[in-house]
């Protein structure tokens, strides 16, 4: 139980770090949202009108550093992030519209990933010096190309020159989003080059993780025993072999969890995704801090909350992990 | 100004995409002229007309009176709510069409506008629209400095009979009539129970040929006003999507998938309009917007006129504008920095006709007058030191930083050592352009009706304050009691021939100090596709602003009619 209790303490601790660090990073940065928007106005806004803007962006109050960090807690607290200077909507609001587009995506596409990545990994593991292991090379090239250069090489291929799918969005822009088919085959038809893109980046580490642990432990003794016995080769694999080997690749998945929220900025960029991290590059040019903040925010929870859940899962799954000194 | 933030994977998109399908090869057309008529039907069509707006997602904000708003900035606000006059600013001297105004009288001194509303306009929601509705949309402007960007602190006593609106103002508001006219009005019965700050106007209750049909952050529908009070629109529906950047909305056009927009396209001839040259047409209107390199004129080497003079002289405008500016930007020709033809009518007799030129032999011996000498190329101040100055702007408004590049060779072509440093952007507004700390850096002007708010921008001693605090206008410091009192003169005014008066000195002084150089004009400019609806304005027929984004919206939209084929 002491493991337990230490542990939420330190996430208790952490929490309270990020979130400080998230209130002064956009404060230290420089320049000004009142500017950014100017600028982003290509001159259409005068000078002249500075001083109407900086109010209605609330920052001609002068309140003491001490006093806007008090005011971010409590906010905080009743859920309030503010309002976006930008858009002027809540900040919750955006948030809530972006990250289901981030998370169903690249969930989705993670989880392929990994799906995908393990089996393949206990299939080479398993029979290892055969054909197969050419996969090993094929695809970790394809996760050391820079992700923005296969988007593209993607988009020109299949987007441009085949015409199969969409070179950007998320749906048909002249449909209103609804709970049919038609808007779920369209989301899916949109999602289908980026989820490809995210999958053949991210699958070679999944491959060669779960192939390695596969390596060690068919070795062990008790697959020998397993197969001394006579059992069938598939339930030797996978009930003796495969679901030991899995253990360090369940918790690396919980991790990947967590950056799934932050981790997608290019794709976002790319394909004009309308998720989190377009959300956040934005907030970033407009010097947005309540909405840059949100984004922060979201992203930081989300990483903690993985570490919590891979730490706490390989605790139960663990023993040793638990024990004190 | 054009700021070029788009990552480099998005711009490479467009690169592939220009190359995939640049297959017709065929000469761009040189203009509108030889496009062939388009047979156009009378009956309201049901084809959909999708503008575009690089400004990213649609925000859940409908308010359409603060600055900056999403509404305004997309465009779709200015077919819902209307203005009180339309003005066409590419003549500036034609009297403005009565919009939700039936007139607008202003006291001689442009200290009060007497309004008188339309009759028989009736909001969408069936109330009608009255004269409280004008004093109450003036009144919150007022009452909030934060929706207030047009006159602030200018507004004096609004006051309504029932039948017209008088609105005071401090002070003279002869060059600024213009704003005043372009005001869009919003319901009171709707919008007194909130706070018009705050509001979010939902419903878009608006008097516009257009209702709101349904928004989402990536795109608003828009269906046409049974009610409206004027031509009734044709337009079956409107729809404006949200694209994230440049080369997306750039991307659209060139594809047909939006049909009306604003983009800067480089090289639009071949990457726009040679993929239809029948229907895709890009337009330019008028107006008094420039951009200016503004001249440091309290320090050296630019404290000396007869430098400024000479490198007036030797920068290749006509370069400038078909290579930095892609031929987009409009040359400027005339010796007082005016576009053209805007500015047709506030050129002086003396200067009709008088066009810059580069001369680098002329240049020469105007500095050879003023005493200075070569030590080998290199040029040599009357003082014994070597000319040399930096040219500053952003990094990425890669525009500005190509008209520098070409301005610097010219100085060089004089032996002045000139360099061209990008700096970030936020430095820049904030610490360079504003505090005077700079040796040349390019910035735009306000566009205004009237010539006066470019020279105004450029040499008002009213704006100078002291290098090192921060100036709104005048950013090279330039001073001179004559030009500060003639510009306040013209916009106090009483008559056009004291204006003129007034302008004269102004213009003389422009010309002969050289307290900065107009690089070029910057009109609005848009792009349409005549494919589905034609009635856009044309170069033959430039009866509006050809953005969808502005006041004339709601003109263009009711001329639009829909193509027979």
Known sequence: MRFFVRRTIFYVITFWAAMTINFFIPRVMPGDPVTALIAANQGKISPDAIEAITKLFGLDENTTLWQQYVNYWTQLFHGNLGISFSGREPVVDILARSLPWTIGLVGIATIISFTIGTLAGVAIGWRRGTRADILLPISTFFSTVPYFWLALVVIALFAVRLGWFPASGSYNRSMVPNLSWEFAGSVIYYGTLPALTIIITSVSGWILGMRNMMVTVSSDDYVTVAQAKGLPERKVMFGYAARNA?????????????????????????????????????????????LMQGCFLVITVAVLLANVIADFAYGVLDPRTRQEG | MRKFTTVAASAAVVALLATACSGGGEDPADGDGDKPTQATSNERSDKVLTVGMPNGEASANQNPIAPGAGSTSFGYAYAIYESL???????PNDPPTPWLAEKIEWNDDY????????????????????????????QIRKDNDELNPDFPGQYGDITTDGSTVTVGFTSGQYVNAVKLYKLLIVPKHIWENEDPVTYTADDMIGTGPFTLKSFTPQSVTLVPNDSYWGEKPLVGELRYDAFKDNPGLTTALTSGEAQWGWVFIPD????????????????????????????????????????????????????????AGYGVWPQIKSVTGLPQPSGDDFIMDEYKGQELSVDVDGAKQVLTDAGYTWDGDALVDP???KVSFTLTNPQGWTDYLDALAIIGEGAKALGADAKVEPVVQDTWFNQVINLGDFDASLHWTDGGSTPWNLYSNIMDGASYVPQGEPANWNFGRYQDDEVTAALADFKSATSDADRMAALGTVQKHFVEDVPGLVIWSRPAVAQYSTVNYTGFPTAEDPYANPQPTGPQAALILTKLKPTAD
Not at chain 2, 124 to 135: K, N, V
Not at chain 2, 272 to 298: K, M, T
């Open chain 2, 85 to 91: 006059m339309q003005v066409n600013e590419i003549k």
């Open chain 2, 111 to 138: 200290t009060e506008a007497v309004i008188t509303p339309r009759a028989g306009v009736k909001w969408s929601d069936g109330e009608d629209f009255t004269a409280d509705d004008i004093a109450y949309s003036l």
């Open chain 2, 268 to 323: 639009f001839e071949n990457t726009f309009i040679a993929q239809d040259p029948d229907h895709f047409n890009q337009v330019a209107g008028g107006g008094f917007g420039v951009d200016v390199l503004y001249l440091n004129n309290e320090e050296k080497p630019f404290n000396d006129v007869a430098f400024r003079k000479a490198l007036n002289m030797v920068v290749d405008r006509a370069d400038i504008s078909a290579t």
């Open chain 1, 246 to 290: 899995i253990l360090p690749q369940l918790s690396s998945f919980a991790l990947s969890l967590g950056f799934i929220v932050g981790g997608t900025l290019v794709m976002e960029t790319v394909f004009s995704y309308q998720g989190i991290g377009y959300q956040l590059l934005k907030a970033t040019a407009a010097k947005d801090y309540p």
């Open chain 2, 383 to 385: 003082d014994g030191e």
